[in-house]
């Protein structure tokens, strides 16, 4: 079956500091990658996603992320951290774009 | 600025009632739009599948009687919680595919609705 699983409920670092977000992915065939940024009470917020190409992908707010087919894995990554950054992180799969498969979410603190 | 609209944000009623939530997209087609259901700090689930024209896919475990979706127009889809009771309360998300834009378009959300049940 199918599966996003991001292994990091919770992630704290100091405002400044590099960040990487893990996120890990069980799949028949190479999927469409994505990851989501939501704030509390809101909706989502497409970062950067992969389709195909270059597995160094460039997102919005300075976030990147880097699909290794060999680890099954889209780690999400920024070299410095933002206060604004604070918020809900999500990963998700999908062999389309159309349905979704979306892991538990990474919660992100920034603490300045 | 936002491409998907969802109104209202927020909704407590009480129970029995029925709700309806609103998704538009705004400026664009949206051929195919989606129903997601989110638990308090937890991920997504994927309610269903609205596409123009036609009658919803469910996924499941989900009561299509319960959670009455029409997408009568191609900027308009609305979820309708029939009869709701408080454990129906959760926020409730929808998103959009452009389909105008071309393939392989990700799917952008709207705001969310926080629905509580008294």
């Known amino acids: 079956a199918q599966s996003v699983t991001q292994p990091d409920i919770h992630i704290t670092v100091s405002e400044g500091a590099s960040l990487e977000l893990r996120c890990n992915y069980s799949?028949?065939?190479?999927?469409?990658l994505f990851w989501y940024v939501q704030s509390p009470g809101q909706g989502l917020q497409l970062l950067l996603k992969?389709?195909?190409?270059?597995?160094l992908v460039q997102g919005i707010k300075g976030f990147e992320a880097e699909f290794k087919r060999s680890q099954s894995s889209f780690n999400l990554r920024k070299p410095s951290v933002h206060w604004s950054d604070a918020a809900e992180y999500f990963c998700a799969v999908a062999l389309n774009t159309d349905k979704l498969i979306f892991g538990t979410g990474t919660r992100l603190q920034v603490f300045p | 600025g936002a491409v998907v609209s969802q109104h209202p944000s927020r909704v407590i009623c009480k129970s029995g009632t029925s709700v309806k939530i609103e998704c538009r997209s705004l400026d664009f087609q949206a051929t195919t739009m989606f129903w997601y259901r989110q638990f308090p700090k937890q991920s997504l689930m994927l309610m269903a599948t609205?596409?123009?024209?036609?009658?919803?896919?469910?996924e499941q475990g989900v009561e299509k009687d319960k959670f009455l979706i029409n997408h009568a127009s191609l900027t308009l889809s609305t979820l309708t919680v029939t009869s709701a009771h408080p454990e129906d309360s959760s926020f409730y998300i929808c998103?959009?595919?452009?389909?105008?834009?071309?393939?392989?378009?990700?799917?952008?959300f709207g705001d969310g609705t926080r629905l509580s049940i008294l």
């Open positions: 799949y028949g065939a190479t999927p469409y």
């Open positions: 992969y389709f195909s190409g270059d597995t």
């Open positions: 998103s959009a595919i452009f389909r105008d834009r071309g393939s392989n378009q990700p799917q952008h």
């Open positions: 609205s596409n123009e024209g036609s009658k919803a896919t469910y």
